[in-house]
């Protein structure tokens, strides 16, 4: 039987083929744009070439299909989103433009943010003239003080429907306290326009503040029949070959969900792809017995960053995603445009590189597609890094004067330096960069970057990883036998997921002396059976189910999430909890900045459920001799060294226990492992190779 997980970034489109003993075979294609589905199925006919049989023959084989996307990210961010209308509170139709008065920088580079003049307001995802407001009032307790007025509210659903919205969203002021009035709303709109996608705040994320509520809810409004007509493409084109099987897509929040129910979860695939490679790294970490990993995925477009603590990703419960915020629990995954087709250029005399990207269309100048600009992928094969020869196992021929050509003329020409220099400098710029990257998400979470591993994947990590870990002091990196497709590895060996969260809003006064003197425990512990009750609903009595509470110091924006012990909470627990909160909120800010005093807020309850799917374990390499022998040597450029004699090996020529020496160059057709001066590299029983910095 075989199972396969696939990931399509912006240059290429990734497949991982698992097979029952656990052997793991990796498959790229070029990413389609146009309809990236045909990218999926370009990557599934290499598999079955590779084997030697046809299409329809492995997908007979075939038990399992996962699948990683950046749909959601890209209709999202190009603004090409479903036309969406919006049923609010009357007087609250604002409440999306305003944004909590962030409407002007949220999401801004920070030099823009710096000079007023280049503030702007975001797109709407929702329009002025698609937002209603609709007579109805509930308080803050859920009691209903007015009554919804259903004629208003028919009169403003025939408004939009006029206005030819194929998706409302509703988010009423209290309705995650008293959803009666939401409930109603749907089915008002169902009565009006059967067939019309709906999101409603209460079901989909029931918590406190207005405003982010709202902007989650408008964005899965936006995206969800968007998504809906992709994974369905993808779905019929799958099942067109035979499949019958499951299909599941990868989610934000930890673990993937079938593919029936992604548009109704749409603004959770938003860092679907990224989310992938991180659950990837756990599960290698499990394997090879680290707790605390940076990951590092550098792939053609964007370097993207992870944090596993304690064996668990690093969760955000808001973040920012095209300027507007989603209120879902997702993987905290930081990025930065610097991937491979990142383009260099010069600028008022300063060399920059990305964000914009060359992509896969046209693509780096050595791809000989039509790129004119260099990208940190020409640098690399002007430094003798990449063997323009062997790149995609010598699949595609990279052109070597191209590549000096562009850098040349963008870049060496302008600074007043030779080609080689220019090139290094273009290395540099991006390696300092994604150093930089390392350093603020560990710090700023509250830990030292220095007491991580770091592993490195993506079609660009292993090349550049042996620089930035240096740069940013990591001494440990891992490059996984996965790596070139690490992501779409973490879509097939993923766990069913779901998060379920619920309001709880009470709070310990200032100057209070106990906690639990002022929280309700029966409300607390009744919320909790309720959430767990979902999970248990969604995936099964076997679900293993992790509490957390979200908690903050009275009057403060940002929370804190403190993980509960399974069963009952207790009034000493709730007492233990804030000083669990305080020690949590000292290690990321600082010692002594915990402000007691000031009274501590429960506000949200959570609960974060996993059901594992079937899956081949992964098997160590077998006793077959390796040479562990060079196969080539060559001048290779490294920073603070120049051109440097390099050995160079193919990963079939390299087996388990053998220390190599860098410099180095391990070449698979997929990446490229570098390994530095004073360097070395090992391969381990699975057949990750492991970089020792110092």
């Known amino acids: ?60 084989q075939l038990r399992y299909f996962s699948h990683g996307t950046t749909a959601a990210t890209n209709a999202f961010i190009e603004r090409k989103g479903a036309r969406t209308g919006l049923l609010t509170t009357r007087g609250f139709e604002d409440t999306l433009r305003i944004q909590r008065a962030m409407a002007g920088w949220i999401g801004l580079p920070i030099h823009e943010i710096s000079h007023f003049s280049k503030r702007r307001v975001p797109t709407q995802i929702v329009p002025p003239e698609l937002i209603r407001g609709v007579i109805e009032r509930v308080d803050y307790k859920g009691k209903v003080i007015v009554r919804l007025d259903e004629e208003d509210a028919r009169a ?56 982010e509520r709202t902007s989650t809810t408008a964005i899965n409004a936006y995206l969800g029949p968007v998504i809906h007509r992709y994974v369905n493409g993808l779905e019929n084109a799958i099942r067109g070959l035979g499949f019958e099987g499951p299909i599941s897509i990868m989610e934000s929040g930890g673990g993937v969900l079938p593919a029936s129910e992604a548009a109704f979860q749409a603004a959770n695939l938003l860092t679907s792809g990224p989310a992938g490679g991180v659950l990837a790294s756990q599960k290698l970490g499990e394997l090879l017995g680290y707790q605390n990993i940076l990951t590092a995925d550098m792939g053609g477009t964007s370097f993207d960053v992870g944090l596993i603590v304690n064996g668990q990703p690093l969760l955000e419960t808001v973040r920012e995603e095209g300027r507007f915020h989603v209120a879902l629990p997702s993987i905290k995954v930081t990025a930065i445009g610097a991937g491979g087709g990142s383009i260099a250029r010069v600028q008022d005399g300063h060399l920059t590189v990305g964000p914009e990207s060359a992509g896969s269309t046209p693509g780096p100048a050595c791809y000989g597609r039509g790129g004119k600009e260099p990208t940190i992928t020409d640098a690399d094969v002007v430094l003798g890094i990449i063997d323009p020869k062997y790149f995609l196992g010598g699949a595609m021929a990279l052109d070597v004067e191209a590549a000096k050509n562009a850098v040349k003329k963008y870049v060496a020409e302008p600074l007043g330096v030779d080609v080689a220099q220019a090139a290094a400098g273009i290395r540099e710029v991006a390696n300092n960069q994604m150093a930089d990257l390392l350093r ?11 007491d991580f591993v770091l592993m490195a994947y993506g079609g660009a990590g292993a090349t550049h990883a042996h620089q930035y870990a240096e740069v940013a002091g990591i001494s440990r990196v891992v490059v996984p036998v996965t790596g070139p497709a690490h992501s779409a590895y973490g879509t097939v060996t993923g766990d069913r997921h779901r998060s379920f969260s619920l309001a709880f809003g009470q709070h310990a006064p200032a100057r209070f002396k106990k906690a639990s003197e002022h929280i309700d425990l029966s409300a607390l512990n009744s919320g909790l059976q309720s959430l767990e009750d979902r999970a248990r609903l969604a995936l099964g009595s076997s679900a ?15 929370e804190i999430a403190v993980e509960l012990a399974a069963g009952a909470v207790t009034l000493a627990q709730i007492d233990k909890l804030v000083d669990q909160f305080e020690a ?65 090996y193919r990963i079939e020529d390299v087996g388990p226990g053998v220390k190599l020496q860098g410099p180095c160059i391990i070449e698979r057709p997929d990446t490229t492992i570098v390994t530095g001066p004073n360097q070395s590299a090992e391969m381990e029983a699975y057949g990750n190779i492991v970089i020792q910095i110092a």
């Open 1 to 60: 039987m075989a199972y396969i997980g696939t990931d399509i970034g912006g240059t290429f489109t990734d497949l991982v083929l698992l097979s029952d003993d656990g052997q793991a075979e990796i498959f790229k294609a070029l990413t389609t744009p146009d309809d990236r589905t045909r990218g999926v199925i370009d990557a599934l006919e290499l598999a079955a070439k590779a084997k030697g049989i046809s299409s329809q023959a492995l997908i007979e």
């Open 156 to 211: 403003a659903i025939r408004a939009l429907l006029k206005e030819g919205v194929e998706a409302i969203a509703i988010s009423l002021l209290w309705s995650f306290r008293n959803p009666a009035h939401e409930q109603r709303l749907i089915e008002l709109i169902k009565e009006e326009a059967p067939g019309l996608f709906v999101t409603a705040s209460s079901l989909l994320v029931p918590i406190i503040g207005e405003y």
């Open 440 to 450: 603020r998400v560990t710090l700023r979470a509250g830990y030292d970057p220095r």
């Open 544 to 558: 293993h189910i992790r509490r957390f509470i979200g908690m903050r110091f009275r009057q403060q924006v940002h």
């Open 584 to 648: 949590q909120y000292e290690k990321i800010y600082g010692e002594n900045t915990a402000l007691r005093i000031s009274g501590v807020e429960f506000n949200v309850l959570r609960v974060e459920a996993t059901s594992p799917v079937t899956r081949p374990e992964p098997r160590k390499m077998g006793t077959k001799d390796r040479s562990n022998r060079p196969i080539d040597r060559r001048e290779v450029f490294f920073y603070g060294h120049g051109f440097v004699t390099t050995d160079i």
